[in-house]
């Protein structure tokens, strides 16, 4: 089980972020293809995921092991 947020919990019930499976985001805590930091001390990671032809972007807190958000994302562009 993975530790998360409530606002987390709160936007996992939306259609668009239902299908992603917590695997997922473990893999991307696990091995991202790149990891940022943000100005507010949170870690974002990103994964490539064969099964939704996607990039997904998993946003942790400063703790880098908390989920924040998790999203499919349309701009992340490999380097």
């Known amino acids: 089980m993975l530790k998360c947020t409530q606002y987390f919990l709160f936007t ?3 259609p668009d972020r ?7 985001i ?3 805590i696990a091995g991202p293809l790149r990891t ?3 100005s507010d001390g949170r870690i974002r990671h990103w994964i490539w995921v064969e099964a939704a032809q996607r ?3 998993v946003v942790l807190l400063e ?5 924040h958000n998790a999203f499919f994302d349309r ?3 490999k380097e």
């Open 63 to 67: 703790d880098g092991e908390t989920v």
């Open 18 to 24: 239902a299908a992603i499976m917590e695997e997922w």
């Open 12 to 14: 996992r019930n939306r």
């Open 26 to 28: 473990a893999d991307a």
């Open 36 to 38: 940022e930091k943000q």
């Open 55 to 57: 990039y997904l972007r």
């Open 75 to 77: 701009g992340f562009r």
